[in-house]
């Protein structure tokens, strides 16, 4: 079923007693998809109590993500997290629902703005049973403003973004990423605010509503953009794999057909590769001589470098640029890291136990801390796997209320 490249990465093991930093911390998950998922996948691989509140039927859409009939995607996301089936329309779901939120300390949605409140959790009601509780609200555009009750899939807000217009070459349409890149980027910085915002309820007692659109984490990364452009009053062009602020920066083709990245945006750092191409005289060249002037006349640079790369096979350009400490590696795929030194010396992917598959391979606990390190707990659960334990642990903590 699998290729055999993957057999020299590492094996790990799920262990259901590991503690990781946020051991004390449960998260309420209600999101589907991409964003919520990993938010509080990134809490969960540090420890974190997340369970995944799923309908009955068909559960979190991310489990529909399928390739050759197996949904990788969960098992990658949804590690580490329980699953409890709930249908939300039911009244006494929503009772269910309420009685778990004094025990927990984060609750993720990602409805349309105000579908929280037509499910009768709005959040002062929520907090009235947690004061302290953070409130995580994912949507396409935010919770106001003239977008709020818009779809906001994350496509959408890659092509709005600007993101899309900027990715691609000059002479073809905007491209947008192959991947949830919106999605992914705002739950990371989600992550980073769940945890701000858990340091000051453990200060003041109060919580908070985290306001997490889509739009405005990818709009974060290029906005250096909107800068540029209200400074000039025009929009950055795609220029394809060269950049637009610093040269030379670009993908070679080598001799053999494989493709050199290569980047010189430092002044010294091109001035090396000058010297290692045995073209010391571009370093006085004033087409050359600074960023700006190697910016504005990058093409005629290319052309140089794209001479000499051409050359060479990948393997004698990355000998000699290695040597001369120049910043310069392959172009891989996803399929090239599977056996690639790096990575299994890394151990930046491994492999894990899985029932369906005998074994899946997925990326490391992300960062790596020295002394209180995240790790692998469960496998991605079924749906609903978690459902009978958490209710007879609910009713559990109801009975020694009663009791006292």
């Known amino acids: 079923m699998f290729s055999k490249l993957h057999e020299g990465l590492a ?15 449960r998260v309420l998950d209600l999101s589907r998809l991409v964003a919520g998922n990993m938010l509080s996948h990134v809490l969960a691989d540090f420890g974190a109590d997340v369970i995944k509140v799923e309908h009955p039927e068909g559960g979190d859409d991310l489990r529909k993500w399928r390739e050759q009939g197996h949904a ?20 006494q779901s929503l009772d269910r629902l309420i009685s778990i939120l004094p025990h927990c300390q984060v609750l ?30 994912i949507s396409g555009w935010g919770q106001d403003g003239p977008y709020a009750k818009r ?18 070459f000059p002479d073809r349409p905007p491209s947008l990423p192959p991947l949830a890149l919106a999605d992914m980027v705002a739950g990371l910085y989600g992550a980073s605010a769940v945890q701000t915002a858990l340091r000051v309820a453990e200060k003041t007692g109060k919580g908070q509503c985290l306001d997490l659109s889509l ?30 602020h610093t040269a030379p920066r670009n ?14 945006s430092m002044q010294s750092m091109a001035m090396r590769l ?36 051409g050359s060479k096979t990948l393997a004698e350009n990355l000998a000699l640029f290695e040597q001369a400490k120049v910043t310069a590696g392959p172009v891989c795929s996803v399929l090239d890291l599977l056996d690639h030194p790096y990575v299994a010396g890394r151990e930046s992917l491994v492999r894990l136990p899985d029932d369906d598959l005998g074994e899946v391979v997925m990326h490391e606990v992300l960062p790596r801390l020295s002394q209180t390190p995240g790790g692998f707990r469960r496998p991605a659960p079924t749906l609903g796997q978690h459902t009978q334990e958490i209710e007879q642990w609910l009713e559990s903590l109801a009975n020694q209320k009663v009791d006292k």
Not at 11 to 20: I, V
Not at 132 to 137: D, F, K, P, Q, S
Not at 251 to 264: H, K, M, Q
């Open 108 to 137: 993720i949605e990602n409805f349309v703005p105000g579908g929280l409140e037509k499910l009768g959790l709005e959040p002062e009601r929520l907090w009235t049973v947690n004061p302290a509780l953070i409130l995580v609200r």
């Open 72 to 91: 990788l995607h969960w098992k990658l996301y949804g590690r580490n997290k329980r699953s409890w089936a709930l249908d939300l329309r039911e009244p």
């Open 274 to 309: 000058f010297d290692a191409i045995d073209r010391s005289d571009l370093k006085t060249d004033p087409r050359f001589i600074s960023n700006d002037a190697r910016v504005e006349h990058r093409d005629a640079l290319d052309a140089i470098l794209s001479d000499f790369i």
């Open 215 to 244: 739009f405005e984490p990818i709009l974060s990364v290029i906005a250096s953009e909107a800068a540029k452009s209200a400074l000039t009053g025009l929009a950055t062009l795609r220029a394809g794999n060269q950049s637009s």
């Open 11 to 25: 094996r790990r093991s799920f262990d259901a007693e590991a503690q990781g930093p946020l051991a004390d911390i």
């Open 151 to 168: 779809p906001g899939f994350g496509t959408l807000v890659e092509a709005m973004s600007g993101f899309a217009y900027l990715n691609g």
């Open 251 to 264: 993908v070679y083709r080598c001799a053999d057909g494989g493709f050199l990245a290569l980047s010189g």
